[in-house]
């Protein structure tokens, strides 16, 4: 699997999830870094993104697509 089939199966499951958490009543972590949830959730998302990439090395559009489902 390519980098992106990865990326779109890993969303697929992760969007499962959440419906499955949001059934049971069970919260959903999604395991990001606190610093990066703080600045997504005060509408600071580009920060947020930028702030996810230097701490993990992950691409900035990928970055962007996690800090986008919070």
Known sequence: MSDP?????IE???AQLRL??????????EGLPGEVVTLARADERIKAALRLTEMTGMDFTDAQRVVSRL
């Open 5 to 9: 089939q990865l990326i779109a199966r």
């Open 12 to 14: 697929r499951i992760e």
């Open 20 to 29: 499955l958490s949001a059934a049971s009543g069970i919260p959903f972590n």
